[in-house]
């Protein structure tokens, strides 16, 4: 999977000849992806066969409808990547329908408002600052402006989705329209309970699957297939594809999901994304994904025990999936202090804010730690200790403006993604 190691301009040589400015940017992006260690938990490395298919003439073509049902004329081969790729959705992810067209996650979500909503009605989601994301109804998003947005939380004493508060709400709101899932959830979603929720006061359940789509797919996260009447994610996380989203519903949903998307919220699909996200649901369907799914959790398992021994206040105490979420109060030191000291080191992060944060979001105590990216590098749980050791020592240097740590740290880190290469990267 790994890109043989030539210099850029053989890499790109149309685009090195054509724009010299740019090739150079993007040389410099592959070797910053290269020699860090990126733990956001949102980001990947794709393989090289998925950066292709994102790069493909497929870009050139307007493909307004769907296949059969085309705007455009010259649809033949196009109707036939959409539908190949729709099928594969379908199939690993256990769906009755797959549209495959959204252009990301946001706009995937407000497709669903679109299907199900007036504006005015009620949606209940998981609010911002306790792990939800923005299009769930919080208030400075469209959907939390053009819609009432009732927002679930976190309890306190255990960091964990309460499904009591989730009910009460629930009874006492009637949402049109129920979200499960989040942006920084370190536990387990419990599909089967939301349904039952959603069932007893007639909503329509959606489970935002962004973050943990690849977990599913590989079978380390139960599926929200036999609960959920609809199913969101953003296709570039842990699953591993290009940048892009699909919505996957059962099949009574099917008309209302494509009449959002298209002609509802968008345009023409991005074809050359539909290909690469096909390429995608391929690679996850094989054993070996199923292995990479397994390790992520694996590896976020034991960064989480080797943070938790070197007295970091995990919130909800680990994580069983591919995130870590880290309140840093305790270590006297705010999140986007550390977050940037632990770029300075060559380690990617970002600040966080943690349940029942006491700062403001722009400068909250905790940062949002996860394994997806170096997974798929190859680095294994031996090496969990060490970069729980390196996050120590940079939190703690960040806290004394100890700068010849962090510069001593980044060369560490450096040597260790040199053993390491990344799938589609150059590796010298
Ligand atoms: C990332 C994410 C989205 C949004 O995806 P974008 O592609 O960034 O618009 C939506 N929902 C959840 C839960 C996410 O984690």
């Given at each position: 999977m790994t890109a043989p190691s030539v210099p850029a301009d053989l890499r790109h040589p149309a685009l090195a000849a054509a724009d010299p400015e740019l090739a150079a940017l993007v040389a410099a992006e592959e070797r910053l992806q290269a020699d860090t260690l990126r733990l956001i938990p949102s980001e990947n490395y794709v393989s090289a066969a998925v950066l292709e298919a994102s790069g493909t003439v497929l870009q050139n073509k307007y493909s307004e409808g769907y296949p059969g049902k085309r705007?455009?004329?010259?649809?033949?081969?196009?109707?036939?990547?959409?539908?190949?790729?729709?099928?594969?959705?379908?199939?690993?992810?256990?769906?009755?329908?797959?549209?495959?067209?959204?252009?990301?996650?946001?706009?995937?979500?407000?497709?669903?408002?679109?299907?199900?909503?007036?504006?005015?009605?009620?949606?209940?989601?998981?609010?911002l600052p306790m792990g939800g994301h923005l299009t769930h109804g919080w208030g400075v998003s469209a959907t939390g402006t053009w819609f009432n947005g009732v927002q679930y939380g976190v309890r306190r004493d255990t960091g964990r989705v309460d499904l009591d508060e989730v009910r009460d709400l629930a009874l006492a709101e009637r949402p049109k329209l129920i979200f499960c899932?989040?942006?920084?959830?370190?536990?387990?979603?419990?599909?089967?309970?939301?349904?039952?929720?959603?069932r007893e006061v007639g909503a329509v359940l959606v489970a935002d699957i962004a973050h943990i789509a690849g977990l599913i797919a590989g079978g380390a996260h139960p599926s929200p297939a036999p609960h959920v009447d609809v199913v969101s994610?953003?296709?570039?996380?842990?699953?591993?594809?290009?940048?892009?989203?699909?919505?996957?519903?059962?099949?009574?949903?099917?008309?209302?999901?494509?009449?959002?998307?298209?002609?509802?919220?968008?345009?023409?699909?991005?074809?050359?994304?539909?290909?690469?996200?096909?390429?995608?649901?391929?690679?996850?369907?094989?054993?070996d994904?199923?292995?990479?799914?397994?390790?992520?959790?694996?590896?976020?398992?034991?960064?989480?025990?080797?943070?938790?021994?070197?007295?970091?206040?995990l919130v909800s105490g680990g994580t069983d999936n591919h995130l870590?979420?880290?309140?840093?109060?305790?270590?006297?030191?705010p999140g986007k202090v550390a977050a940037k000291a632990l770029d300075r080191a060559g380690i990617?992060?970002?600040?966080?804010?943690?349940?029942?944060?006491?700062?403001?979001?722009?400068?909250?105590?905790?940062?949002?730690?996860?394994t997806p990216a170096l997974t798929s590098r190859g680095i294994p749980a031996s090496e969990m200790g060490t970069v729980a050791e390196w996050i120590t020592r940079v939190v703690q240097a960040a806290?004394?403006?100890?700068?010849?740590?962090?510069?001593?740290?980044?060369?560490?880190?450096?040597?260790?993604?040199?053993?390491?290469?990344?799938?589609g990267l150059p590796v010298s």
């Open positions: 705007y455009y004329e010259g649809q033949q081969i196009i109707d036939q990547v959409e539908t190949l790729t729709a099928e594969r959705a379908k199939g690993l992810f256990g769906m009755d329908h797959a549209n495959v067209q959204p252009y990301s996650g946001s706009p995937a979500n407000l497709a669903v408002y679109l299907a199900f909503l007036k504006p005015g009605d009620t949606v209940l989601g998981m609010s899932g989040g942006t920084a959830v370190p536990r387990e979603i419990d599909f089967a309970g939301f349904a039952s929720i959603a994610t953003t296709t570039h996380k842990t699953l591993r594809g290009p940048r892009g989203a699909m919505l996957l519903s059962r099949a009574e949903h099917a008309r209302a999901i494509d009449r959002a998307v298209f002609p509802g919220l968008q345009g023409g699909p991005h074809n050359q994304t539909t290909a690469a996200i096909g390429v995608a649901l391929r690679e996850a369907a094989t054993p994904f199923r292995s990479y799914a397994r390790d992520v959790v694996t590896n976020a398992r034991t960064l989480g025990e080797e943070l938790a021994a070197r007295g970091f206040d870590l979420l880290i309140d840093l109060t305790a270590k006297d030191v990617v992060v970002n600040h966080n804010s943690v349940p029942y944060d006491t700062r403001k979001p722009f400068d909250p105590s905790g940062i949002r730690i996860g806290r004394t403006g100890d700068e010849a740590t962090v510069s001593e740290v980044r060369s560490e880190v450096k040597a260790l993604m040199d053993g390491y290469p990344a799938p």
